[in-house]
């Protein structure tokens, strides 16, 4: 008797991608007939779980990524199809048989103008390396419902700044 394949896993990234779209994220993992892996550019495995509980998503595991590019070596190693992220510099490292789903969110879309924001290796320049790591840690210095009050301020401000000095 030959055993049913197992059905492929995916992969979905936390922030700016489960904590956008939580109800969405929620519902694929659930229905979702294979693994379910999160792969985090986080710090904190415990905080990173508690946000997936928090926001009812089925997980297999949560995988902490050393680095953006970390991601696709995790993709690639786990054999995951499709991947969700809202950093396109996660996904340029993956290989061509993944699919990779930019999601996009407030710090990577400029709604008034209706146009993504990269950074300098994807396209139109948004936030650098530098500074999406000291957004980054300020919120991860906050409590939990500071973080989510707080978050867009953080943004706004390193956008205020790129303004005014015209980078």
């Known amino acids: 008797m030959t055993e049913t394949p197992k059905f492929p896993p995916i992969g979905i990234d936390i922030d700016g991608t489960i904590t956008a779209y939580p109800d969405f994220f929620s519902r694929l993992s659930h229905v979702w007939p294979g693994d379910v892996y999160v792969i985090t550019y986080r710090y904190n495995k415990e905080c990173s779980i508690e946000t997936c509980k928090e926001h009812n998503i089925r997980y297999t595991d949560v995988v902490l990524a050393k680095s953006r590019n970390d991601k ?6 786990l054999g995951i199809i499709a991947f969700y992220d809202d950093m396109p ?3 340029l490292e993956c290989n061509k048989n993944v699919a990779c789903f930019l999601v996009r969110d407030t710090h990577n879309f400029d709604y008034e103008h209706k146009q993504f924001l990269f950074s300098e290796l994807t396209g139109k320049p948004n936030f650098s390396w530098f500074e999406q790591g000291v957004i980054g840690r300020m919120i991860d210095k906050l409590s939990k419902d500071d973080a989510l009050k707080y978050q867009h301020d953080c943004i706004m ?9 015209g980078l």
């Open 89 to 91: 510099e996660a996904m």
């Open 157 to 165: 401000l390193v956008k205020l700044l790129r303004r005014i000095t």
């Open 72 to 77: 696709c070596r995790i993709v690639k190693e």
